[in-house]
T-cell receptor
Framework: DGGITQSPKYLFRKEGQNVTLSCEQN?????MYWYRQDPGQGLRLIYY???????QKGDIAEGYSVSREKKESFPLTVTSAQKNPTAFYLC???????????FGSGTQLSVL | DQQVKQNSPSLSVQEGRISILNCDYT??????FLWYKKYPAEGPTFLISISSIKDKNEDGRFTVFLNKSAKHLSLHIVPSQPGDSAVYFC????????????FGAGTTVTVRA
């Protein structure tokens, strides 16, 4: 079955700790995205990547970092510089511009 | 600055009746619009889309209407079913060259039996 797999489903971060959220897709999609969802707000774009070894900042990139070493993988690191990391994080992919996004099932990150 | 707005955070409708969800946008460069449906603790799934060259697109019980002059679109669900209870996000896409979708805050639909 083709799709996007995010792990873990729940993640807890301690003060000053970096944590990495995993996102893997087997849809052969070129573009991948990370969004953050907060209660009462829309999905806000953190980073996106159109091709391997290239990525661009979204609207709220501060305190986050990404890599795109493989087409299938687009991990997101939430660094200690992100002061309000508690949120639901969604990874998505698409074949091309304007193509509908396919989302993973999300990771809920909370601060201990 | 939110470019896509869904001003109704929630909507309650009786089973069998019509659900109408509204979405307004400010950026006249948007030329493609999508609706996503999301259940709790899951990722959104694509529902229906419309290009700016059309004013209506229909897919089964779901119809999206676009009024470009008013920068407004709406999603109609007829008839509403209990499984339609979810959060619905409106999204807008700019012209080619920009991969960034802009999402609204979502509308939570509850279908009452």
């Amino acid at each position: 079955d083709g799709g996007i797999t995010q792990s873990p489903k729940y993640l807890f971060r301690k003060e000053g700790q970096n944590v990495t959220l995993s996102c893997e897709q087997n849809l052969n999609h070129d573009a991948m995205y990370w969004y953050r969802q907060d209660p009462g707000q829309g999905l806000r774009l953190i980073y996106y990547s159109q091709i391997v070894n290239d990525f661009q900042k979204g609207d709220i990139a501060e305190g986050y970092s990404v890599s795109r070493e493989k087409k299938e993988s687009f991990p997101l690191t939430v660094t200690s510089a992100q002061k309000n990391p508690t949120a639901f994080y969604l990874c998505a992919s698409s074949t091309d511009y304007q193509e509908k996004l396919f989302f993973g099932s999300g990771t809920q990150l909370s601060v201990l | 600055d939110q470019q896509v707005k869904q001003n109704s955070p929630s909507l309650s409708v009786q089973e069998g009746r019509i659900s109408i969800l509204n979405c307004d946008y400010t950026n006249s460069m948007f030329d493609y619009f999508l609706w996503y449906k999301k259940y709790p603790a899951e990722g959104p799934t694509f529902l229906i889309s419309i290009s700016s060259i059309k004013d209506k697109n229909e897919d089964g019980r779901f119809t999206v209407f676009l009024n470009k002059s008013a920068k407004h679109l709406s999603l109609h669900i007829v008839p509403s079913q209990p499984g339609d209870s979810a959060v619905y996000f409106c999204a807008a896409s700019p012209p080619p060259g920009d991969y960034k979708l802009s999402f609204g805050a979502g509308t939570t639909v509850t279908v009452r039996a």
